[in-house]
């Protein structure tokens, strides 16, 4: 079936440090790839998406490649902020109508000063 | 742009009682989804409507949960009677119809069973 497996957390890091979460999925077919992030009492809002292989996508300094031979959407930042503190999760979805995203369990991200 | 509206934020119910959230997602949105968050884990598809008619419904318990859109745009979500396991947030989304749309979230309604 289609799923997404993430790294488990918590991830404790200082501020400025370099972030890896990682992220592996199973598709059939080509899906596209997400990342959510969720700030403690908010809702899930779109961090970053790439819709086929090799593409890039980046927001807020984060960034994550799709990457089919290895079937994984790693999300990076250069430099975290303790305001990056939140729970992230990567999701997929099948590029074909009448389907949903399915997501991973999360990351719960938390950056000290 | 107005987003994906949810209510009530949060709700604490007794076992067995029942309970009702409403989402009314972004305008023009056909596509509009129930998602499940237990603590500790990443949302779960339970409903998916295309205008008002369901898409999806397979992780749904039919049993003690349903879910309408009626008029193709607000939609209610329904749990009777409740569970201590239902104790999770819901989160209603919505997009364009099609693949390859960005789903929008809502700040998702909090319930307790107790």
């Known amino acids: 079936g289609n799923s997404v497996t993430q790294m488990e957390g918590p991830v404790t890091l200082s501020e400025e440090a370099f972030l890896t979460i990682n992220c592996t999925y199973t598709?059939?077919?080509?899906?596209?790839l997400f990342w959510y992030v969720q700030y403690p009492g908010e809702g899930l809002q779109l961090l970053l998406k790439?819709?086929?292989?090799?593409d890039k996508g980046s927001n807020k300094g984060f960034e994550a490649t799709y990457r089919k031979e290895t079937t994984s959407f790693h999300l990076e930042k250069g430099s975290v902020q303790v305001s990056d503190s939140a729970v992230y999760f990567c999701a997929l979805i099948l590029n074909q109508a009448g389907t949903a995203l399915i997501f991973g369990k999360g990351t719960t991200l938390s950056v000290s000063s | 742009e107005a987003g994906v509206a949810q209510s009530p934020r949060y709700k604490i119910i007794e076992k067995r009682q029942s309970v009702a959230f409403w989402c009314n997602p972004i305008s023009g949105h056909a596509t509009l989804y129930w998602y499940q968050q237990i603590l500790g884990q990443g949302p779960k598809l339970l409903i998916q409507f295309q205008n008002n008619g369901v898409v999806d419904d397979s992780q749904l318990p039919k049993d003690r949960f349903s879910a309408e859109r009626l008029k193709g745009v607000d939609s209610t979500l329904k749990i009777q009677p409740a569970k201590l396991e239902d104790s999770a947030v819901y989160l209603c989304?919505?997009?364009?119809?099609?693949?390859?749309?960005?789903?929008?979230f809502g700040e998702g309604s909090w319930l307790t069973v107790v």
């Open positions: 989304a919505s997009s364009f119809q099609g693949p390859g749309n960005t789903i929008y």
């Open positions: 790439a819709t086929k292989a090799d």
């Open positions: 598709a059939t077919g080509y899906p596209s």
